[in-house]
């Protein structure tokens, strides 16, 4: 099946106002800033954002005023500490209120991961003693039916979409993953589906090739859309190396309300789309990012 | 010798051979890049990203998931599957840095005062696990009094909690802070109280300069001693990992 | 640090009478016959065998009388259907007793995983209505804290050891699988301690080449034994095929407890290693198992 | 035509276009090789052993971890991975096979008298979670009055209990067979009491037939029919997969 069409209408199908999506799941690198800056311009509203450690895709969507609800571990900017819009909205109500659930790394994995296996809750030895669980709606202390201890229950968190971006996958989108792995998997099956952007589609030979290496099952998927550079300004691994000088002017740039709209209509309202927002980036600077130097797997051989 | 550079140093002896370490970024990566090249060659590097490193990264990193430190790991793999050795207690040290430390070496990476006003920070991220599950921890904070409150106003890392046998009342079946390393000294903690104690000085600092820059009456082990300096191979392996000085400059 | 020893002094080392082991966590491949033929050479007594399907080799273990207790989802000879050794053993004590804790795949897989994460269960939804869980000492209905629904309580498994045969791994035990994962990465994690058995030792660099393709870290493993063909008669994907006949033969041969100790004689006890055992099965035999053609992985780039 | 290949192929017929299928080997996998081949192209296979395939094995298989169900497969991953698609409610439809079918449809692989002794069986596998958490399972044996027991004497794998609503008393939260393909004939469950109903007999069967072989008395649907017979595509599909009849002959 098919399921290769443009970000933009990958976006309009299966992104709805209101819904909980997951984005940002490989922590700190294939965050897909292409999918989220494609939300912004159809001006998708009162999301519930969902992620572990956000990068500062959470903090473009929440100044642009998509964002109702954040449940999270840290939203911040990765490569210089604070997040201002995402301040400003907790803070201040700017651009409006945000409504913050608060975790840790772990107990956000974990409220995805029993979404993922269709149970209630998952138990863990994390979180006891730290302020985050304090009346909070999906962490809570529950008695070990086997040894009487003191356990956190950690409540599934069901997703209406998780966005990946992937360095390949193919037309119905089994997709090859490698680097880091944060919580992608685990968001993946907790979604009712999956939109994803790749930086390349192979064709189904090559995924088949390697079995082991396909962590998303196109079963799962209803939507690929082809964006190199994706995840600018994080990395992909072989694909795309950080852009960490981004990372600093956004941060210098969007200390102020007005800094930041100004960074908003150049980078992306005033783009017509990923290209286009990447010829604003610069092209020498974008093609800059690309690796120079090849650092190939071993060959593995699944012959018979 | 910065003072940063004696951080680094004094984070690295942290970390004995053959353990199994929750690194974190910055300070701590350069620690563990010092003590995987001193004293500690077996030592292995856990990321809660997914990574498990066994050599230093292969380049300058800002995150943990820049592709230096994916390039040459052992292992790329899930969050949940490094925290399940987190939570299964098989990391020895765990590394945190945070906003605020307290008596009992609580952290804070949540919400602050500051000037009457509340201030959102970005959270916890990992901390919180690691401060829970790792066997011992190593906090690495800059000396500032707004920094060192006697009770952090919100908890989102636990230290010691209250004092005495808070953790394990609280249902933490093991752990908790076992240095403070800072921009002027090392401190420990009573194993009795869990209240903090000052038990080195970095050279030319004094106890009072400590006592100015912490919210609470601080108390001082006896005999107090200076924080060792850097050993010549400590320093070389430092500039070796951090040339121009961006991380322990 | 370097862990290649002979596997031998892999299971005088580590296999200790009465220790709790998972072995053929393939499923149906990756058996590790290799360390299980020497576990029966060296008298090892009162073991506790945990699996989910045991493929012949826990029946041969039973015959040979190493094992007290068997914890596993199905206990039988994949290629011919019954375990002669295992039936004699549970109905007749023959060789002696045997106790047999009756699990799902999945709840000894989920407590597995419990031991693994290091809590002291897991909640599922399997298992409900089921005979297994009638006075199950590890599994047992839960309410859910937050739901109140009725739900499977899958308590932790601990293991002493998990024996596992891999494709390739370097001298550290950090290792590479490919195919089919069973139980594998879960009994890995759950276990005190691994002891690898692997087609090939290979050179760090190979294994750090392609960090995603590493599923057992070396920091789990206490030992690493060459073993090629270690796995005979079951199939390790790439290196040897399924010894299909094998399985037929011994379901024909051990009918009967006087056949099953003929074939123990000339099979195990009368063959002093691993090669002896190969030897004894037929070089040329053997060699015909390898893969006649390749399927290459297609390459992945990690480069930077 | 053997009955075998009917079998197969009333396998097949259960098996809509893009559904998720939890298959097993042996016959369901030949019956997975005919529906993909014919009615549903885009249907994708699970196996508990952690592989997902969209495309028959690269060649014969005795079990499902067998090197040509791993080349050109989609996906391998783990028990867990897998079995969390079934767990959450993604597999539209599991086959089952067993030494024994009841009434209600439920399964028995642990423990069978024969001949007033016990006799152990393999047990479970992934069966029992297989029954407990598909979408609607099929269920496919030899129609042998000592496998069709009024109740089994060992439950392993749920169908409809002691029927009516047992399922959802018990906590299942979706399932049970809706389909027992036979030998003889092809049967389905009454949607109020869960009992089992002969819906069709194979070719030159009777009921009678089918009754001789059954340890209760048998409900039968009005009208009964005929089990429509394999198409000559079917057939050539089977035998393309299964060229010696190896599996269905």
């Not at chain 2, 299964?88 to 000037?115: K, Y």
């Not at chain 2, 990992?241 to 991380?247: C, E, L, M």
Request: aromatic letters at 6%.
């Amino acid at each position: 099946m098919d399921k290769v069409m443009p970000l933009r209408d990958a976006v309009s199908g299966y992104v709805r106002d209101g819904a909980r999506i997951a984005m940002g799941t490989g922590l700190e690198s294939c965050i897909p800033f292409a999918a989220g800056h494609e939300i912004i311009r159809q001006r998708r509203r009162d999301l519930t954002l969902v992620g572990a450690i956000s990068d500062i895709l959470f903090d473009q969507l929440i100044g642009a005023g998509c964002v109702a609800r954040v449940i999270a571990a840290w939203v911040g900017n990765v490569g210089a500490g604070i997040a201002y819009n995402f301040r400003r909205a907790v803070e201040s109500e700017v651009p409006g209120p945000l409504a913050m659930e608060d975790h840790s790394n772990m107990t956000v994995a974990l409220a995805l991961e029993a979404a993922a296996r269709g149970v209630p809750f998952l138990p863990s030895r994390t979180g006891l003693g730290s302020d985050i669980v304090h009346g909070h709606r999906r962490l809570r202390e529950i008695t070990c039916p086997f040894t009487g201890e003191r356990l956190l229950g950690v409540g599934a968190l069901e997703l209406d979409l998780a966005v990946i971006h992937v360095p390949r996958c193919d037309a119905a989108g089994n997709a090859h993953l490698w680097g880091n792995l944060g919580i992608t998997l685990e968001a993946a099956r907790a979604a009712r589906t999956v939109v994803l952007t790749c930086e390349e589609v192979v064709d189904e030979a090559v995924i088949r090739s390697d079995p082991n290496r396909t962590l998303i099952p196109g079963f799962l998927v209803s939507a690929v859309a082809v964006a190199p550079f994706g995840s600018h300004p994080s990395p992909t691994q072989g694909y795309v190396n950080r852009d960490d000088r981004f990372y600093d002017e956004y941060h210098a740039e969007t200390r102020t309300r007005d800094g930041f709209l100004g960074w908003l209509d150049r980078m992306v309202l005033g783009t017509a789309d990923h290209d286009a927002y990447l010829a604003r980036v610069g092209r020498t600077r974008v093609e800059g990012l690309r690796p120079r130097t090849a650092r190939l797997a071993a060959p593995v051989n699944y012959g018979l | 010798m910065t003072p940063r550079q004696i951080m680094v140093v004094a984070a690295a002896r942290e970390i004995r051979d053959g353990e199994i370490v929750f690194v974190g970024m910055r300070l701590p990566l350069l620690g563990f890049a010092v003590a995987k090249a001193t004293h500690a060659p077996a030592a292995v590097g856990l990321f809660e990203n997914g990574v498990i490193r066994d050599t230093p990264p292969a380049g300058a990193l800002i995150t943990m998931g820049d592709p230096p430190n994916i390039a040459g790991a052992v292992m790329c793999t899930t969050l949940l599957e490094v925290m399940s050795h987190l939570e299964r207690g098989r990391v020895d040290v765990g590394f945190l840095g945070g906003a605020q430390v307290d008596r009992f070496g609580n952290l804070n990476t949540t919400w602050v005062e500051e000037g009457g006003r509340r201030v959102r920070l970005p959270g916890s991220g990992g901390a919180a696990d690691i401060a829970a599950l790792s066997r011992r921890t190593v906090v690495i904070m800059q000396h500032e009094r707004r920094r060192f409150p006697e009770r952090v106003g919100y908890l989102t890392s636990p230290g010691y909690g209250t004092g005495g046998r808070w953790r394990s009342e609280v249902g933490l079946v093991r752990g908790g802070p076992c240095r403070v390393i800072t921009s002027l000294g090392v401190l420990g903690f009573d194993a009795e109280s869990g209240e903090m104690v000052l038990e080195r000085v970095h050279p030319g600092v004094t106890v009072d300069d400590v006592r100015a820059q912490t919210g609470w009456d601080l108390r001082v082990a006896s005999p107090l001693s200076t924080t060792p300096e850097p050993t010549i191979e400590e320093l070389a392996v430092l500039r070796r990992f951090d040339p121009d000085g961006t991380w322990a400059g």
